[in-house]
DNA sequence: CCGTAGAGGATTGTTCAACGATCCCTCAAT
DNA sequence: ATTGAGGGATCGTTGAACAATCCTCTACGG
């Protein structure tokens, strides 16, 4: 009976996710991910609220989710903005991926490690590499450094870098130059993944230390030719 | 002209904050935080909006930002109440902590370093102790990992960190053993301050985990005492 | 005495309309 | 070219209304 009771308690989470305003938040946010409000557009209350048909109120929210997670920005009495990252703000979200990452594959125990949805991540960026979907690329990348978070089992670690690589994507999105951005990293995700297989932890921190440098050193060159003065 | 320009942008978000829902939210944030609302309690709209004399809709926006911030718990057709921690949650914060304070010490470049924020927390601790107020000892001691975070000059960093040390005063009001939860740290951070004023980043580490292992340890055995079977 | 079903009151969930405040754009004047 | 005023649009906040849900108290039957 304790047991029956323990899945129905796990079912629960599923069950509360009946909010108009959560719906409304997640068909923004992919709409925002996949390019269609580019970074910068303004979201009006009234046009979005009328097109979706819900109140400004349930809108409202759904723009303090996405705010909550940095997608948008809310400047006050002129509404909310797709966020434009700065060239500081990209370093800041490497800074703050080298400092966790890094931290992560460090604190891990003793191997065996549970490395199946790393490998499913390099899977999936190797089958897009082959098709020349470099954008599913990227995100495969993302993937990859997602599982390798999980890899510390804490809910709050996970979801900062959660949020640290949804802006990410905001950052890859003003570039769109997604091959010579993705393709490098394929590789090196390999090779990193092998190091934890072989349980070689320090090897496994020093390629992740720095792929990272590599990458910011190169989104942030592109990224600020692309970028150029609006702010 | 360019730098007065560039002070005045500086300035510029202090303009801009004036929200009722934020400096509603900033309000019970305090509140919660001074222990004045304790886990557990529920917040009615109505009275709580009447005595701050703004609506329910403003009302309930203040109260989903605090529900983002982990401070309130929203449960349906029930309403919000302040969070109440459950070991695991306390558990996950200290495993949180660990993996960030760690790395930002071990990510530090050459010494010196900017030590003024955190020796200026160990004399707040200090000057608490002695005045025997150890609910403000525990204040000065997250004031001085909050410091310590700050040394990663990481936005995103810090901000994940502020999250999860106003999480940590909740479990330090259930507990309410301020004194014996407090005092034995004081030391221990005059240790790792004196650490890295001696340039001895390692030595720090080393101190902080063990720190944070006795600290955590400490406070799930009283917590898991005082918090019976309230879920 | 105990457990259960149901009625009633209280609180929350959601939407809507309205009004004041703020911002942005336009245009005229210096 | 810069400044200032006006108008339109949008946001911020409030208040009210109604449905849905929860909690408490009561009454009934075993």
Not at 23 to 30: A, K, Y
Not at 70 to 80: A, C, D, Q, T, Y
Not at 86 to 99: G, M
Not at 162 to 175: G, M, N, P, T, W
Request: charged share 30%.
């Amino acid at each position: 009976m304790a047991e029956q009771l323990k899945d129905l308690a796990d079912d629960r989470a599923l069950l509360g996710r009946t909010s108009t305003a959560e719906r409304v938040s997640d068909i923004l946010r992919s709409r925002i991910a996949e390019g269609y409000f580019p970074p910068g557009t303004r979201l009006s209350e009234d046009s979005i609220g009328g097109a979706l048909g819900v109140s400004r109120n349930t809108l409202r929210e759904a723009f303090r989710l996405l705010t909550h997670e940095r997608l948008l920005v809310h400047e006050l009495n002129r509404g909310v903005f797709v966020r434009v990252l700065t060239v500081e703000d990209v370093e800041d979200i490497y800074r703050t991926r080298r400092l966790v990452e890094c931290a992560v594959v460090r604190g891990l125990g003793e191997p065996p490690y549970g490395l199946d949805g790393l490998a499913g991540a390099v899977q999936e960026g190797r089958t897009a590499a082959r098709e020349g979907d470099w954008k599913s690329v990227g995100t495969a990348n993302i993937h990859f450094h997602r599982e390798l978070v999980a890899l510390a089992a804490s809910e709050r670690t996970a979801e900062l870098m959660r949020s640290v690589f949804a802006e990410l994507r905001l950052a890859f999105h003003v570039v769109d130059e997604p091959q010579q951005l993705h393709e490098p990293y394929i590789a090196r995700n390999v090779a990193i993944l092998e190091a934890l297989q072989g349980g070689d932890r320090e090897k496994a921190e020093g390629l992740l230390a720095g792929y990272l440098d590599d990458s910011l050193e190169r989104v942030v060159e592109v990224y600020r030719r692309r970028v150029g003065e609006d702010g």
